[in-house]
């Protein structure tokens, strides 16, 4: 960790520059899949997460929330510690990992739902992408690809995403492709707004 922590610096970046989660931002997503639809991501508070401090993000659809995660974000990596307050991961699931090449790890644990979770499996990679412009203005990408794996036996899912982070923007398009025996589905997820606290 010390190791990838150094390396992530001596390039100059860090993953927060790839995850900014100031109090108050605003991210709007185009999100299409069997129906079309429009989230707004929230940044909240920093709060307690079991023993460690997260923060709290909520998605919105118009003015109801339908989801809520809690994030960590280190020198090099950013990690899901829940979809719950009172219900954090076993173990923190890396978003991402940051170094001065490709990146790979893998993560083994559970889902999130407390009732009926099941087994997941993950590996992952991430690189940095060189310049691309994003809703005007030419940053520095991180490209990150996920393969995971949940359940077992004929309804285990596998799913296949590819998502691009910009630097001091954040998250901003996702494919995801999942898989249930023979039967498929996609979607993706593009950003198209983001607001700064205070304007």
Not at 59 to 78: E, L, P
Not at 124 to 131: C, D, Q
Request: hydrophobic share 35%.
């Amino acid at each position: 960790m010390l190791l990838a922590a150094i390396c992530a610096t001596s390039i100059g970046l860090t993953a927060g520059d790839f995850f900014p989660l100031t109090e108050g931002r605003k991210s709007t997503y185009e999100e299409k899949s069997l129906t079309y639809s429009v989230t707004t991501d929230v940044v909240g508070k920093e709060e307690e997460i079991g023993r460690q401090k997260g923060i709290h993000v909520t998605t919105y659809q118009g003015a109801k929330d339908i989801s809520h995660a809690f994030y960590r974000v280190d020198t090099d990596a950013v990690y899901l510690l829940a979809y719950a307050k009172e219900n954090p991961l076993p173990t923190p699931m890396p978003l991402f990992k940051l170094g001065t090449k490709k990146t790979t790890w893998e993560f083994g644990g559970i889902t999130g739902v407390k009732d009926g979770s099941e087994g997941m499996q993950i590996k992952g990679e991430s690189e940095l992408k060189g310049l691309k412009e994003v809703l005007g203005e030419k940053v520095e990408v991180l490209q990150v690809k996920i393969t995971a794996e949940v359940g077992s036996g004929a309804s285990k899912e596998i799913v296949e995403q590819q998502a691009t982070y910009a630097k001091g923007i954040g998250l901003v398009e996702l494919t995801s492709k999942t898989r249930i025996g023979k039967r498929s589905a996609e979607s993706s997820l593009k950003l198209v707004k983001v607001e700064s606290p205070g304007g």
